[in-house]
């Protein structure tokens, strides 16, 4: 994971030895950001030219972020934390590092389903956890949910990530809430008895074992993919090609599928609130989502902006409206259940 420490302008001049007055002409805000995307730099980019705020980015592991700004507390620099994963936004908010806002124009373009109850958090792009098989073998009869691929017809044939990573356990949390602990930890033995390999890697090595012959079915997110069919790269192009997809639960009256959300929220001890609220105002404007759409080949969290074209090429679905918080929140004893069922 690539990590920028941006150095201050007070250091900066400081290093300098250039005049200090001009520092309070200076408006910063302190992000602190567990996504790892080159692309985002252009949003900031764009907030800066919008607004005359330049953007500080200290990039990290969501859980050291939020140890980070804990140990630092009412001194952190820290004005916005965004992350990946309705597990780890829960783990923000449990660890009482966010503060409730208020927001028409986020209540108004984010779906309630992608932002905490209290706007501790925000949504600011998702990405649908489906099912991909091997185009060339055909979809597989029978698995229309995510309930199906515990089925024994599908022994020896999944590929997945270890269960402990934030997108799994997501998953087994909604699939709680759905079915129950008991049903899911069923869910849960049956898939690890599915497997064709032991968990390893992570989502991109899912589908490229399809296309490869390893297994017949791979669980991963849909841009891992999308980034595939957008790629210059013959050999990548050439696994997109192969691979298709399955959006799973659409049936009417079925909860439609896992999406999970990147989140960004104000940090409880921020001393510019104000400024950080209107920067999680901007990223879900048209240009920003735009961004998020065609750098990372995510799906945008304003209905009115389009996927990009090789995410869109997936195929259409519905969504679970399962809020994150909630299914983020049970991640911790969803990995329990998993473990015990096998699933590693």
């Not at 900066?12 to 408006?27: F, N, T, V, Y």
């Not at 820290?78 to 936004?89: F, N, P």
């Not at 995510?298 to 902006?305: H, I, K, L, M, S």
């Amino acid at each position: 994971m690539l990590r920028r420490h941006i150095l201050s302008l007070p250091a900066a001049l400081a290093a300098g030895g250039l005049a200090r007055p001009a520092l309070a002409q200076e408006r910063t805000l302190a992000l602190y950001s567990s996504r790892h995307y080159d692309t985002d730099r252009a949003l900031y980019d764009g907030f800066t030219a919008e607004t005359g705020t330049r953007i500080r980015l200290i990039e990290g592991d969501a859980d050291q972020l939020i140890a980070r700004i804990q140990s630092e507390g009412a001194n952190t620099p820290a004005d916005v934390l965004i992350t990946v994963d309705g597990a780890r936004l829960a783990r923000a908010v449990a660890a009482g590092i966010m503060a409730p806002t208020t927001s028409e124009v986020l209540n108004r373009r984010v779906p309630a389903s992608l932002r905490d109850p209290e706007g501790q958090w925000y949504g600011v792009s998702t990405r649908a956890r489906v099912v991909m098989f091997s185009k060339e073998k055909g979809r597989p009869a029978g698995l229309d949910r995510y309930e199906d691929l515990a089925k024994p017809a599908f022994r020896g044939q999944i590929l997945v990530r270890a269960a402990a990573h934030p997108y799994n356990t997501s998953l087994m949390a909604s699939i709680m809430v759905a079915d129950g602990e008991q049903a899911a930890e069923a869910w849960a033995r049956g898939v690890a008895e599915n497997l064709a390999r032991p968990p390893q890697g992570g989502d991109t090595p899912q589908f490229q074992g399809v296309a490869a012959g390893v297994g017949s079915l791979a669980i991963a997110n849909t841009y891992y993919l999308a980034r595939f069919g957008a790629s210059s790269n013959p050999a990548e192009k050439a696994v997109y090609d192969k691979i298709g997809v399955i959006f799973p639960n659409q049936a009417p009256g079925d909860r439609g599928a896992h999406v999970n959300v990147s989140g960004a929220g104000v940090v409880r001890s921020s001393s510019n609130k104000e400024m950080a609220l209107k920067f999680i105002e901007y990223l879900t404007g048209p240009r920003a989502q735009e961004l998020f759409a065609n750098g990372n080949f995510e799906y945008p969290v304003v209905a009115d902006v389009a996927p990009h074209p090789a995410l869109a090429a997936l195929g259409t679905f519905r969504a679970d409206q399962m809020n994150a918080q909630r299914f983020g929140a049970l991640a911790p004893q969803a990995l329990q259940i998993m473990q015990r069922a096998g699933w590693r």
